[in-house]
């Protein structure tokens, strides 16, 4: 398993590179755009700049994560389509860029019902991969639950992506902080046997394509996304020792998102 973190991309996109290089990691993810407000263009000249820079240093892999606002379960049509445009942008950026993967978040039904939430997933996108280029995939992130939010049940996630028709561009990726709020524990090898047969069975680990690597403050089955430093949360670091030392995950990519503190 190789281990990363989420740089920023403050400045401009190859300014992520050097943040990750003072980090002393091989593999990194970045947003997209802003991760909460309207993002800016990003230029040919910043694109060639990071594939540039990306091509000296020693790097091994990069994966891109689309913005928090985009809500592809929303009954409300104008952000419906306003996160479909995004995501199309988002993909094609993804490829110029140079990375295979871009995470997702799947949305919120905002009171409509998961079921419809799942249809309106599937629904966007099918009209994102007509319009995006065929290297890149997405990859669906588990939510922890909270709210209206959906994907926080390996079933549901299953079903997003049975329902699409576009089952060769999805994976998945897992973040252990969102798994364990949503109920499925990870605190022992054995608990983690459990979760990933489950997963298996349900959605199948070859979907499986990141690790976002993040300790819970919240309790099993809280609904709380509240990432913790690896650690100093609910499932510990016994948890996280048994789970980069599993030999079904070994193959992946670990990214952490907890902030990095003083001199850690």
């Known amino acids: 398993m ?3 973190a989420h740089v920023s991309i403050a400045g401009e996109m190859s300014a992520a590179l050097e943040r990750a290089k ?5 593999v990194f993810q970045i947003f997209s755009r802003s991760p909460r407000g309207k993002g800016r263009v990003v230029s040919e000249k910043e694109i060639k700049n990071f594939r540039q820079r990306y091509g000296e240093l020693a790097f091994e ?33 993804t490829e110029l860029l140079g990375a295979n ?19 309106r997933v599937a629904k966007a996108l099918k009209g994102i991969f007509s319009e995006a280029p065929s290297r890149t995939a997405l990859l669906l992130e588990n939510t922890a639950g909270q ?5 926080s049940r390996w079933e549901e996630i299953a079903s997003i992506i049975e329902s699409c028709g576009v089952e060769e561009r999805l994976g998945t990726c897992m973040d252990t902080c969102h798994a ?21 069975r349900i959605i199948g680990l070859t979907r499986l394509k990141l690790i ?22 609910r499932i510990g670091l016994a948890g996280f020792q048994a789970l980069v030392n599993h030999p079904a995950l070994e193959h992946l990519d670990m990214i952490i998102e907890t902030p990095k503190m003083g001199n850690e």
């Open 2 to 4: 190789r281990f990363g």
């Open 22 to 26: 003072d980090l002393h990691i091989t």
């Open 61 to 93: 892999d990069f994966y891109l994560h689309s913005p928090y606002y985009v809500n592809l379960a929303s009954p409300n049509p104008k952000i419906w389509h306003s996160s479909i445009s995004s995501l199309v942008k988002d993909l094609k950026l």
């Open 101 to 119: 993967y871009l995470v997702v978040h799947t949305g919120n039904h905002r009171g409509q019902g998961v079921e419809e939430g799942i249809k």
């Open 147 to 151: 709210g209206t939010a959906i994907g």
């Open 180 to 200: 364990f709020a949503s109920g499925y524990d990870m605190r022992t090898r054995e608990k983690i046997d459990e979760t990933l047969a489950e997963f298996d």
């Open 212 to 233: 976002h690597g993040n300790d819970s403050k919240g309790a099993l089955g809280s609904r709380i996304d509240r990432h913790e430093h690896i650690g100093r949360g």
